[in-house]
C-alpha cells in the first residue's frame, strides 16, 4: 500500500505549519515518520492512502503486520492481443507482489478461441489476472492493474463510456469480481514498451507456448 506522509510541524519559538510528502510506500513512510519524531519538532503526524483514508502509526503498523503472511504491494500488467487470421486470442499477465518478506513474481497466459476484437482480448487478460489473484489469495487490498489498452483502462476507470455490448459484458464481470474479493482496483495506463513482459506473454500465447511460473525477485540492497 501506497500513502504520503501529513506532519504538523512545531518549531522552538511556537510556530506551527503542516507538510505532505510524496505517496510512497507505507513501510517507507513509516521509517521516515520515525526519523522525523527523533527531532522532536513534530506535533502530529497522519498517514493518508490513495482513497484519502487516514492511518496514526499504531494503525499502520498493525495493518503492515497483519498482512505480512499474505499476498500485499500487489501490481499487475496484463495485456492480450488477436489474429484476425485464425480468429484466436493470446492473454497474458504478470503479477509483482510481497509476501513473507519476499518479493515474487507470477507469469500467465492462456490461448483462447471464443473472441472478437483485440479489445476483448484486453479484457480477458485483466480477467484472467483477477483468477490469478484469486487462486494468490489476495482479497481486501488495493491493487494496481496497468495496461497498454487505453479502451479498457479508461472505460474502467470511468473516464470513457462502455457503449459496446459485448465489452460491457466484460466490464461487468470484472466489476463483479473486484467486489467478490474486495479489491480497490488503481489503474493506470502505459505505453506497450513499458508493457513488453504481459504483451510477450500475450504473443507466446498465440504460438501455443504456454507460461504458468511463480519465482522470486531478488531485491536491491
Known amino acids: ?54 492511518w496514526t502509526t499504531k494503525e499502520l503498523n498493525k495493518y503492515l ?13 496484463f495485456d492480450g492481443g488477436f489474429d484476425l487470421e485464425t ?3 493470446g492473454l497474458g499477465c504478470a503479477i509483482y507482489y510481497e509476501q513473507n518478506n519476499k518479493s515474487l513474481r507470477l507469469r500467465k497466459n492462456a490461448q483462447v ?24 489469495g489476495v482479497h481486501h487490498l488495493p491493487v494496481t492493474f496497468i495496461g497498454d489498452s487505453q479502451v479498457v483502462i479508461n472505460q474502467l476507470d470511468g473516464e470513457w463510456p462502455c457503449v459496446e455490448e459485448e465489452l460491457n459484458k466484460w466490464a461487468d464481470r470484472i466489476e463483479k469480481k473486484l467486489d467478490q474479493l474486495g479489491i480497490d482496483p488503481i489503474y493506470e495506463v502505459v505505453s506497450r514498451k513499458k508493457n513488453r513482459e504481459a504483451d510477450h506473454l500475450a504473443s507466446q500465447a498465440l504460438k501455443d507456448t504456454e507460461i504458468s511460473s511463480t519465482s522470486e525477485i531478488e531485491q536491491n540492497k
Open 1 to 54: 500500500m501506497n500513502v504520503r506522509i501529513e506532519v504538523t510541524y512545531k518549531t522552538r519559538k511556537g510556530l506551527e505549519t503542516t507538510f505532505s510528502s510524496d505517496e510512497m510506500r507505507a513501510g517507507e513512510a513509516l521509517v521516515i515518520a520515525e526519523d522525523l519524531e527523533k527531532t522532536g519538532r513534530v506535533k502530529h503526524i497522519t498517514f493518508i492512502d490513495r482513497r484519502e483514508n487516514t
Open 65 to 77: 503486520e497483519g498482512i505480512q503472511t499474505e499476498p500485499h504491494n500487489v501490481t499487475v500488467y
Open 87 to 89: 480468429k484466436k486470442s
Open 113 to 136: 478461441d471464443e473472441l472478437n476484437t483485440n479489445n476483448e482480448a484486453e479484457y480477458a487478460a485483466l480477467h484472467l489476472s483477477l483468477q490469478e489473484l484469486e487462486l494468490l
